[in-house]
Nanobody, 123 residues
């Protein structure tokens, strides 16, 4: 069993930055693929970024070049550095974990989810 707790969300002006953190409990964190997803009001949950156990990273086209996902296995934590934020980035951001690295961009591939953290970008 893995428990995930996100932090770092908030209100920021367009062009600003935020760093989200996701702290994981449980053993074998380093073997899990981790993902960040987001859901805006009235929209479906969408993939933002993923990082595999070996460190390979993947990004949605809408955030590539602006967001960076990373992990610190010693701290059981995954991060999402978000730069050049836009109002369209406004959403609840969720951290997720899966032991199965395939289809890392699909939310139904993930077994464990955090409670979410709100990110609001004002224009």
């Amino acid at each position: 069993q893995v428990q995930l707790v996100e932090s770092g969300g908030g209100l920021v002006q367009a062009g600003g930055s935020l760093r989200l953190s996701c702290a994981a409990s449980g053993r074998a964190f380093s073997t899990y693929a981790m993902g960040w997803f987001r859901q805006a009001p009235g929209k479906e949950r969408e993939f933002v970024a993923g990082i595999l156990s070996g460190g390979n990273t993947y990004y949605a086209k809408s955030v590539k070049g602006r967001f960076t996902i990373s992990r610190d296995n010693a701290k059981n934590t995954v991060y999402l550095q978000m730069n050049s934020l836009k109002p369209d980035d406004t959403a609840v951001y969720y951290c997720a974990a899966t032991p199965a690295p395939g289809y890392y961009y699909r939310s139904d591939n993930y077994n464990y989810w955090g409670q979410g953290t709100q990110v609001t970008v004002s224009s």
